[in-house]
């Protein structure tokens, strides 16, 4: 069964840096692509990146494009957020998500959950 598990996340100042991680167990991330997603509270979840299962293929939201680095190590089963200049509006909870090869395909297994907090 697989089981993501984020980590990362924390409080920082606006312009601040963290790297989020996603680290899978019971199974290998080679196959996955995996998805970053967050929510704000009272808002709905959005998807923030995605990285396809060979790394080749990347995307990311419109909001976050050339602040967010999305990666892969599968030798290591994770996958890392590189989040710079971060900005008020990027708090909330951050998820990652494995979908099958690609990320156009859909959410197969969530992870719980990490907290971002941007704040002076």
């Known amino acids: 069964q697989l089981h993501l598990v984020e980590s990362g996340g924390g409080l920082v100042q606006p312009g601040g840096s963290l790297r989020l991680s996603c680290a899978a167990s019971?199974?290998?991330?080679?196959?996955?692509?995996i998805g970053w997603f967050r929510q704000a509270p009272g808002k709905e979840r959005e998807g923030v990146s995605c990285i396809s299962s060979s790394g080749r293929s990347t995307n990311y939201a419109d909001s976050v494009k050339g602040r967010f680095t999305i990666s892969r190590d599968n030798a290591k089963n994770t996958v890392y957020l590189q989040m710079n200049s971060l900005k008020r509006e990027d708090t909330g909870v951050y998820y990652c998500?494995?979908?099958?090869?690609?990320?156009?395909?859909?959410?197969?297994?969530w992870g719980q959950g990490t907290q971002v907090t941007v704040s002076s």
């Open positions: 019971g199974f290998t991330l080679d196959y996955y692509a």
């Open positions: 998500a494995a979908k099958d090869l690609y990320c156009s395909n859909y959410v197969g297994t």
